[in-house]
């Protein structure tokens, strides 16, 4: 007897509810979950978005703004008024309020904080006082100490009497000495499992594991990852505890972090593109295009200075410029594609999106390929020093124009045909595409230099 | 008044001791953390590795196999006796167990299972069914569920009695329908501030996010990523709970298919590798390499038929080769560098370690240089098809072996200087050192060629 499955609300029901349909939106909104919302939002209008958050209930604000990303945190934070931002701010952990208060301008944050309780106020500015990329960015300054003397009882009443906002971490008590310096951990599973009466200091795990506040992220990650840490105290020059970190962000800093590696691998971020506008991507992809077309340029005139094209124009000139084409496809290829993994193994990309991110990816090849291919136009016109070359520049130009917008197809293409077939896309993203690309490039390199040039 | 900081253990401490030092081994390893002296392992001879496993009580045994990774886990295992196995095994989470039996011959892991607890082996021989890569293959059997009519106190019951082994997630309760499917959850959090009369129902989470047993593991991280979710519950075909992923294994989980991506794009793993010999980083790089041979010579073909060298053999004849050279340096130096990158940031690669990491690095460049320059010499004198070009080929095959081991000194020495110099060697990681090693890589070539082919 198999459960009829439950039909979960989906994106293109919220938007036939927002272009008229018969439920109420808050209705609607009710049976959405946060995470699902706030995805789904990167679809629409900033007057929909604006909806949509008016028509949520405090809590659902919380949650959606625990939930969304910056560019769409901004837009739902821009539609509150001081006391309605105060009143999220309330329900919120204090580590998101201060990447919250981030957000907004100086004032802003400083009227709200104004209306806020004045010692949470006070901790919350001290909170906001740290750099974002170390153990004090990452901490929350609101979670639960004992003394090392008390009972298990102590300790869980104390728990029950710090209740804060929902949104708080789940991360067991700290135990700490006369001096606030942390000597013990107790999860909250121990606490359940042993009796009230038996002392803190019996069945803590004194292995205390610390950082300073002023620890990188990425190390405070490693600690976590390597010791398995449910969370990790982050103490003062004093050896005095001031904030915690979880290990749920922790690990999340550790995977911006391989994100970034990536990201600096392949010259752009893969994730959440296909959501960006085309100029936006152009821009973000451009700067390591520049760089290959320099280094192409370079290699170019090293090979010019060492094996000079003597009368024999076209033929070795061409070859010169090889390293530039094949170079701009490959970095344009493994972009698209790596783009596009990412977006399958995260979900971002369903097969109704397929057809318009292959479009737009195409669109940024081609506009990519018409920068660049402009610029080497130029810069070989002038190099290769002869009036007669004009010709020649505008063959090479042509070229890169082709080739690249072919890698940025082909970067697209073959991964969408692997996930359509059932093969892992991972497995083309990489050396695979590009030696296609390579092989390709050099390909439509000599095809428009015949075509151009005429050489036989 | 700055708390004297304790003298943590080192691994030099030990390897002193293993060489004979005063203190006895199993009271130095009593101070040790497990994840520590895992990573130490590493460094030691397999028979130290034998001599440190033995001088641990149980429990020690237990959190070193829990820590340590493949290659070293092996090692361990092979020291014990099935009824040592036997004890290790109760004292593990079910899912560790099934991991490390899986490391085993078959008859052994038969021969221990017959001698643990009956039920707990038919539960181990389940969980052992299914694919790794799975949600089946990832989670425990071993969790605790009530019944949804109960209250919090019969819950709190049940956790005490349901205790297992240490290592055990601390996950919070399962609650299940008369059918066993799953319909809510509860915290340890929520189980500690709710009076003990409340009805269970009244405080679970009721919104449960189910996986089937055979969902993808990447899909089972992205549930987890995405809505902040603690554990997953995992259901049959029929819907009823049989097991739960930990928030913290699905990461892993997602994790390694991030790495698995890095991998792909790099063409070898990152991680690690600087704990690896020679000729397994030889081994697990050279098929990369491979295909950027063939995919060159590929392109040199269809430029020697589009654009024939004529009389003029040596000098375009070499160009038409330069996609071989710049492609083979630009992925050796990358893949250099992004294991040091990934080596740094995880805290593989200390101070001391740096110089006989860069000579190891060097000399594996240097060997995919030997293979691949003579893989090419031979096919591209073949495929000029003239005795007098055996030269040409020499030349060539001595260009790729010098560009690809400079590559990897590039690779090495470009991050250790950053790193020296306080700057993030991830900066320069990608599209910088391509650049600067396919500049380089074009000066070898044409260097080389002006040496042994006397070109002006």
């Known amino acids: 007897m198999q459960p009829e499955p439950e039909k979960r609300p989906e994106l293109k029901d919220l938007q036939e509810i927002l272009a008229g349909g018969a439920t109420p939106l808050d209705t609607f909104l009710s049976d959405v979950r946060a995470a699902d919302l706030a995805e789904w939002l990167y679809e629409l209008e900033e007057l929909e978005v604006a909806r949509v958050f008016a028509a949520l209930d405090l809590e659902g604000r919380v949650e959606l703004l625990l939930f969304s990303e910056d560019p769409v945190r901004q837009t739902l934070l821009a539609g509150l008024n001081e006391e309605e931002l105060r009143q999220v701010i309330e329900e919120m ?5 201060v990447d919250l208060l981030a957000l907004t301008d100086e004032k802003t944050a400083e009227r709200v904080l104004r209306r806020v309780d004045f010692e949470r106020a006070q901790g919350l500015r001290e909170l ?38 929902a949104g708080e971490e789940e991360i067991g008590v700290f135990v700490v000495d006369e001096n606030g310096r942390p000597v013990g951990f107790v999860s909250d599973r121990e606490l359940l499992t042993t009796g009230i009466h038996t002392p803190v200091a019996e069945v803590m795990d004194d292995d205390v594991i610390t950082v300073g506040v002023d620890e990188d992220q990425e190390e405070v990650g490693n600690l976590v990852s390597k010791y398995s840490l449910s969370a990790v105290p982050v103490v003062d020059d004093q050896g005095v505890l001031i904030g915690v970190v979880s290990a749920e962000d922790a690990l999340e800093a550790l995977e911006d972090e391989v994100e ?10 893969p994730d959440e593109q296909t959501h960006l506008s085309i100029s936006a991507r152009v821009r973000t992809r451009i700067p390591l295009q520049a760089l290959t077309v320099v280094g192409g340029l370079v ?5 010019d200075k060492a094996l000079p094209g003597g009368g024999e124009a076209g033929r070795i000139d061409i070859l010169r410029y090889l390293p530039i084409i094949i170079g701009l496809a490959g970095n344009v290829g493994i972009q698209s594609s790596t783009i596009l993994v990412r977006a399958y193994a995260t979900g971002e990309l369903s097969q109704e999106r397929e057809s318009s991110v ?11 390929g018409l ?14 020093g002869d009036p007669t070359n004009f010709s020649f520049g505008l063959a ?11 890698a940025s197809f ?18 083309v993203a990489g050396p695979f595409l590009i030696t296609l690309s390579d092989i390709s490039g050099a390909a439509i390199f000599v095809g428009v230099a015949h075509l151009t040039l005429g050489l036989a």
Chains 1, 2 share one sequence.
């Open 371 to 384: 920068l660049c291919g402009a610029a080497t136009m130029c810069v070989a016109t002038f190099m290769e």
């Open 299 to 303: 290699t170019a005139f090293i090979l």
């Open 410 to 427: 082909l970067g697209c293409v073959v991964p969408m045909s692997c996930q359509r077939f059932g093969i892992d896309p991972a497995i």
């Open 128 to 165: 906001a006082s740290y750099e974002a990329d170390t153990a004090g960015g990452l901490m929350t300054s609101e979670f639960v100490t004992v003394q090392s003397d008390v009972h298990v009882g102590d300790a869980i009443k104390e728990i029950r009497s710090e209740e804060g906002p």
């Open 358 to 368: 292959l479009g737009s990816e195409v669109i940024v090849g081609l506009m990519i």
């Open 93 to 97: 952990p204090a580590d998101e309020v």
């Open 260 to 269: 970034e590696d990536i990201r600096r691998l392949v010259g752009t971020s």
């Open 396 to 406: 090479l130009g042509c070229a890169i124009v082709v080739a690249v917008t072919w």
